[in-house]
């Protein structure tokens, strides 16, 4: 059923942040032992509570495209590609909503996807709860930071200096994994890169962090915009999913 395609696909995007992974930091990141980078980067993506990501993540054989604006805990805009078909997303005040004629053709059937049509599709309250609760564990960005208590085995992970799409970042790498954090300003992650393994990350004690031990996701997720605005309205004359036997 698409709604439940969906909540997958938030699961999925959720997992490889959760195993990919800031105000601290600033120009001296580099001089900086990798635990103390990590601990940077949480503070700085706890001081805000909005940001750009996109990039492609993948579990076993099946690749999830995404494209998202965060806004804050209950708010997001942005599309996710699955099998080729696309989800245009939209979360404000807590509501779901979703548009994609041939995502319903995809994950539910052609009957569903005619019925739909290019409308935008406002989810029941039930499927909005657990689709945002599997966004919940980076769209909330207090949540997020606390996911970060330092690295299991910090002596492997190598750090240098370079510059990633004309920033200067400090990169940390090993195990399977890419750490690329701002070194001007505010330490915020600029990209994260996973070939998949265990998590890098010891155990937090956030209940909402409870995949990071576990993951096992690949993928390059891509950010930018950190603390920029983004003004986020439900869509107009959204069909109601309820009503359409979903």
């Known amino acids: 059923m698409a709604r439940r395609n969906l909540a997958a696909a938030a699961g999925l995007l959720g997992v490889l942040w959760l195993s990919a992974c800031g105000s601290g930091g600033g120009s001296g990141e580099i001089d900086k032992s990798p635990n103390q980078i990590i601990k940077d980067m949480a503070a ?62 995809v994950f ?28 919940g564990s980076f769209t909330n960005t207090s949540t997020f930071s606390s996911c970060f208590p330092g690295l299991k085995n910090p002596s492997s992970v190598s750090k ?14 090993g195990g399977g994994y890419m750490f690329d954090v701002q070194t001007g300003g505010p330490a915020y992650p600029v990209r994260f890169k996973s070939t998949g393994g265990a998590s890098p990350f010891l155990p937090s004690t956030n209940p909402a962090c409870s995949n990071i031990n576990s993951s096992t996701g690949s993928g390059t997720i891509l950010f930018d915009n950190w603390g920029t605005a983004t003004t986020v309205t439900p869509p107009p004359s959204a069909l109601d999913f309820s009503s359409l036997g979903g």
């Open 160 to 173: 240098s200096a370079m510059t990633l799409n004309g920033v200067s970042v400090v990169e940390l790498s």
């Open 44 to 105: 700085a993506i706890k001081s805000v509570h909005s940001f750009h990501m996109h990039g492609t993540v993948v579990s076993g054989s099946n690749p999830t495209a995404l494209d998202l604006k965060i806004v804050g805990p209950q708010t997001l805009t942005g599309s996710v590609i699955q099998k080729g078909a696309v989800a245009h997303l939209v979360l404000v005040n807590g509501t779901f909503y979703i548009q994609g004629k041939q995502f319903f053709a």
């Open 108 to 135: 539910a059937n052609p009957q569903a996807a005619a019925l739909v049509g290019d409308n935008w599709v406002k989810l029941p309250s039930s499927v909005s709860s657990s689709v945002q609760s599997s966004f």
